[in-house]
């Protein structure tokens, strides 16, 4: 994997903050919120244990039931011109997880367990006999590629939008760059030990910025009402939970590969060791196709929704 060394430690205070952001709205409480929750697209479901979570479906049909994974920290509402898009073919569903947006928290916060068994709880709600083409963003790739690998009965196809690679996030270790997923549980306890002395909570309040504001007024509105509540609290064992969930999920995927399953990898056409570990993605199945999204950046499905629907479209074209 001759893009790695292209790599730098850039990645480490960027997965601290967007980790940290994503998981503090899985430990938090709701709290106190400056902005009026605005009205959920979609309803409320229970998945057990006296919590909900926000599930939107739209669009009918009888093949494979489309199902959105949002990136961190993203909510349901980001996917929205995407699921009107293949709605036009298939069941679109997209979903908010524990703690985002109008989606209950969970007390104890996330772990790959807990993660998972949400998403197949979500799974069997919208599509209890037919298979899923699981679309993941981000994180949200990262999430679908460990589902596939437990219930590969389940997925029909995996759509990756511009998806972390398993092998991408590093932190200086004694000088040498060291690979989360290839940390050995006392490496990953020398990080965390580090990360608690250095941590700062983040500061300021959320803005509507690029790409954002490319979503409806209303939509606007939505987004810095979930970023606030992502922002209310903060803490540095939220970071301890997702390096360590990250860290069994990244190395859980080292050695996976998906056979011959349908496989689309969207890419953002820079850096150019980013494109190469997307076409290391694509390599996962021998039926993995690299499409590249020119001009966008890592919110492909504000920048570029169109792509990615009629990519998507393809796909389903070709399951029938």
Not at 135 to 148: N, P, Q
Not at 227 to 242: F, H, I, N
Not at 276 to 281: E, G, N
Request: aromatic letters at 8%; one cysteine or more.
């Amino acid at each position: 994997m001759r893009w790695m060394s292209a790599y730098t430690s850039f990645m480490s205070p960027y997965l601290i903050r967007m980790a940290t952001a994503w998981f503090l709205a899985g430990a938090m409480a709701a709290g106190a919120q400056a902005q009026p929750q605005p009205a959920a697209a979609g309803q409320l479901v229970d998945v057990g244990g006296g919590r909900r979570l926000h599930l939107h479906c739209t669009g009918a049909g009888s093949g494979p039931v489309v199902l959105y994974l949002n990136g961190l920290p993203r909510f349901s509402l980001h996917y929205s011109a995407l699921q009107t898009g293949t709605a036009k073919w298939a069941k679109s569903c997209v979903y908010d997880r524990a703690g985002d947006a109008w989606s209950d928290a969970m007390p104890a916060g996330y772990t790959v367990d807990t993660m998972l068994a949400d998403l197949d709880k979500i799974a069997s709600i919208v599509s209890p006999s037919r298979p899923l083409v699981l679309a993941g963003h981000s994180f949200g790739g990262v999430l679908a590629r460990a589902y596939t690998k437990a219930h590969p009965e389940r997925v029909a196809a995996l759509v990756l939008i511009d998806s972390s690679h398993h092998n991408w996030t590093a932190f200086m270790m004694e000088g040498k760059r060291t690979l989360l997923s290839e940390m050995t549980p006392d490496q990953l306890n020398d990080l965390i030990t580090r990360t608690r002395t250095s941590y700062r909570p983040p500061g300021g309040l959320p803005m509507v910025t690029a790409p954002f504001d490319k979503l409806s007024p209303a939509l606007q509105e939505a987004h810095l009402w979930g970023m606030r509540r992502v922002y209310s609290t903060s803490k540095a064992d939220d970071v301890v939970l997702a390096m360590n969930t990250q860290w069994k999920l990244y190395s859980g995927l080292r050695e996976v590969k998906f056979g011959d399953l349908p496989l689309v990898v969207i890419s953002r056409p820079q850096p150019d060791a980013w494109v190469a570990s997307q076409k290391d993605i694509a390599a996962l199945s021998t039926r993995g196709k690299l499409v590249m999204a020119p001009g966008s950046g890592h919110d492909i499905e504000l920048d570029a929704p169109q792509l990615v629907v009629d990519a998507i479209g393809e796909l389903l074209g070709q399951l029938k």
